[in-house]
């Protein structure tokens, strides 16, 4: 069987597309523990307490390694299936 141009060309972009998106959505899911942080800090003028402070910062620090692991992963998976497609699909 062999394809025509033009859809070698949808194949490719859309399976790209669908990498891309991939790729995407896990950032956007792992950057949601950012939003349960904000929703559950709240802002005081009096002063916090040590143990409430490292707890805090404790749950920024796993959000933001959270986002990088998503992140790193992700590149490391989406690139090659990218270029898997490039090179499948001639």
Do not use: H
Not at 16 to 28: D, K
Request: hydrophobic fraction near 50%; glycine fraction near 8%.
């Amino acid at each position: 069987m062999t394809l025509t141009s033009r859809t070698k060309t949808i194949l490719r972009w859309g399976g790209i597309c669908i990498v891309s998106l991939g790729y995407f959505l896990g950032l956007f899911i792992a950057s949601q523990a950012f939003e349960v942080f904000s929703e559950n800090q709240n802002l005081v003028s009096n002063p916090v307490p040590l143990n409430e402070y490292y707890q805090a910062v404790d749950s920024l620090a796993q959000a933001t390694n959270g986002v990088f692991d998503a992140a790193i992963y992700g590149f490391v998976i989406g690139v090659p299936l990218i270029l898997i497609i490039f090179k499948k699909v001639r």
